[in-house]
């Protein structure tokens, strides 16, 4: 019986002392902070940290919390929530009845109908940039441009490939019909109510890159944008 309990608790201390060996690996995981990016080979997390860096570029002074904008109240003119137009024991707007219907206010307007001739994506106009995007959307074409500057693109694949070892993630980069038989390709820079995006252009000797503006719907592809001509047969 001795011999069985000191192997038992011999059993125990071994148990102990494996446990308490942790990898170092996993110690730095137990302490890293939870704000920190999940991990560095996540393409969506490394385009963010490219942005948020050339936006702070262009917008140093900007503010990186909501500690200075006012409140709702705290504005000229603000008299509180509107009254209710219904009164005690009425259902208020958008909440079904005892039957089942939801009664409708009489100056809300009307549902647009569909139109049955809309289908398939439909072009839409590109929009203008703010200032800030202006900014930052020169400094993605410089990078790029400087990326593919003296190297002949030779197709969409090509392109593709060096676009993505710039840190832009592959779902983000849309092909477009050749232009003049040079590739041409939109990336979708659109974050958080942006409205930015690139059109990358092949030439002989690089890419010329032009930053334009897409409405920030998510059902608005950046292939759907139409743009005015800007560009001539790529040249040299």
């Known amino acids: 019986m001795a011999a069985l309990g000191c192997m038992v608790l011999s059993g125990c201390g071994t148990q102990h002392a494996t446990t308490d060996q942790t990898p170092a690996g996993s110690a730095v995981s ?31 002074d900007a503010p990186n919390d909501d500690d200075d904008v006012p409140k709702p109240e705290d504005l000229p003119g603000w008299e509180g929530s509107p009254t209710p137009r219904y009164g005690p024991g009425e259902t ?32 839409v106009k590109e929009v203008p940039l703010t200032g800030t995007e202006k900014c930052s959307g020169s400094e993605h074409a410089q990078r790029v441009s400087e990326a593919f500057k003296n190297t002949k693109t030779t197709g969409y694949q090509a392109m593709h490939k060096k676009l993505t070892s710039l840190d832009y993630p592959g779902s983000r980069i849309h092909r477009m019909p050749n232009h003049a038989g ?55």
């Open 30 to 60: 137990a302490t890293t902070p939870l704000e920190a990016p999940s991990s560095d080979n996540d393409p969506e997390t490394r385009l963010l940290g490219l942005m948020t860096r050339i936006m702070q570029g262009c917008a140093p």
């Open 92 to 123: 208020p707007p958008g909440t079904p009845n005892a039957e089942g219907d939801t009664p409708v206010p009489l100056d809300d307007p009307a549902s647009p109908k569909p139109n049955p001739d809309s289908t398939g994506p439909q072009p």
């Open 182 to 236: 040079a590739p041409r390709a939109r990336l979708d820079l659109r974050m958080m109510g942006s409205h930015l995006a690139l059109e990358v252009t092949g030439t002989t000797s690089g890419v010329i890159v032009e930053a334009f503006g897409a409405p920030e719907a998510e059902n608005v592809k950046v292939t759907d944008v139409k743009r005015k001509p800007k560009l001539d047969a790529p040249t040299s």
